[in-house]
């Protein structure tokens, strides 16, 4: 069974940065892509990044140009660098690792941005 630890959550203040990890208990090379989801209080759950096998990355347009989704293979990790927060950020945040067949998520690491 594929265990993913996500840390790095926290309180900060409006236009800080933190960066998140996920370490996962299996090569990362073997997924087809991992991503970062989360899910604030009273809504959906939402997409924020992934990154693909081959490096490739997507973002949704909430946090394009201010979030860095990456990877370290050698560490079985992958990152999200957070710049500019704003409230509106503040959530649990996911990892996800999707396989050919099988997809996996961690426990989330809260982020709170407040003032």
């Known amino acids: 069974q594929v265990q993913l630890v996500e840390s790095g959550g926290g309180l900060v203040q409006p236009g800080g940065s933190l960066r998140l990890s996920c370490l996962s208990s299996m090569s990362i090379f073997r997924f087809n892509n991992m991503s970062w989801y989360r899910r604030a209080p009273g809504k959906e759950r939402e997409l924020v990044a992934t990154i693909f096998r081959y490096g490739s990355s997507k973002y949704a347009d909430s946090v394009k140009g201010r979030f860095t989704i990456s990877k370290d293979v050698a560490k079985n990790t992958i990152y999200l660098q957070m710049n500019s927060l704003k409230p509106e950020d503040t959530a649990v945040y996911f990892c996800?690792?999707?396989?050919?067949?099988?997809?996996?998520w961690g426990q989330g690491t809260q982020v709170t941005v407040s003032s």
């Open positions: 996800n690792a999707a396989a050919n067949i099988d997809t996996y």
